[in-house]
Nanobody, 123 residues
Framework: QVQLVESGGGLVQAGDSLRLSCAAS????????MAWFRQAPGKEREFVAS????????YYADSVKGRFTISRDNAKNTVYLQMNTLKPEDTAVYYC????????????????WGQGTQVTVSS
C-alpha cells in the first residue's frame, strides 16, 4: 500500500509555470506506475500524464503535451509535474495516483490517490 501527498499548487497568471510534487510513503515506490489527473469544477476527472516505474516512458493528454512534463525521483519517493505556459483552462484540482500495473488513462483503474492540490490560472 502507498500513501500519496500532493503539494505545489497555487494561484498563477496565464503563461506562468508551476511544479507539483507528490510524495509517496513506503519502500516500494519504484514498483508503482504513477500518474497525474485533474478535475475542474463540474467536470469529470481527466488524465493528465503518467510515467513508468523507472521513468523511462511517459504519456500525456493531448491538451498538455508540449507544456507539461512528468518525472520521478525514486530515491526521494516523489513524482513531479512541471507545468509551463499555463492556461486558464488548466485550472483544476490536481491529483496524484498510483497503480502497480495499469498504465492507461482511466481514473477508476488506479488504486491509490492523493488528496489533491488546487491550481488556479487567472487570465
Amino acid at each position: 500500500q502507498v500513501q500519496l501527498v500532493e503539494s505545489g499548487g497555487g494561484l498563477v497568471q496565464a503563461g506562468d509555470s508551476l511544479r507539483l510534487s507528490c510524495a509517496a510513503s513506503g519502500r516500494t515506490f519504484s514498483t508503482y506506475i504513477m500518474a497525474w489527473f485533474r478535475q475542474a469544477p463540474g467536470k469529470e476527472r481527466e488524465f493528465v500524464a503518467s510515467i513508468s516505474r523507472v521513468g523511462s516512458i511517459s504519456y500525456y493528454a493531448d491538451s498538455v503535451k508540449g507544456r507539461f512534463t512528468i518525472s520521478r525521483d525514486n530515491a526521494k519517493n516523489t513524482v513531479y509535474l512541471q507545468m509551463n505556459t499555463l492556461k486558464p483552462e488548466d485550472t483544476a484540482v490536481y491529483y496524484c495516483a498510483a497503480d502497480r500495473d495499469y498504465t492507461g488513462t482511466l481514473s477508476g483503474a488506479y488504486d491509490y490517490w492523493g488528496q489533491g492540490t488546487q491550481v488556479t490560472v487567472s487570465s
